[in-house]
């Protein structure tokens, strides 16, 4: 599937940062697995997996509360 987006002329961002900020929103919230998010910007999972923390996800899928009870546990 593809979409076309307007983005305004202000945003400097190349189309791999937007595709990326898209892929790594998508990816935090659960909706692309890692993989599919790293075949949407073009990149391998594992090369993904290295850049999506610049944009402020974690790899780890925790939310606070769940890395507490993990913590707990040990």
Not at 47 to 62: D, R
Request: charged fraction near 25%.
């Amino acid at each position: 599937m593809t979409y076309q987006i307007k983005v305004p002329d202000a945003v400097q961002l190349s189309e791999f940062e937007l595709t990326m900020n898209i892929a790594a929103l998508l990816f935090d919230r659960g909706i692309l697995s890692s993989g599919q998010a790293a075949e949407m910007v073009g990149l391998s999972k594992r090369s993904f997996l290295e850049v999506v923390g610049k944009y402020g996800v974690s790899i780890f899928q925790y939310d606070e509360d769940e890395f507490q009870e993990e913590l707990d546990a040990i």
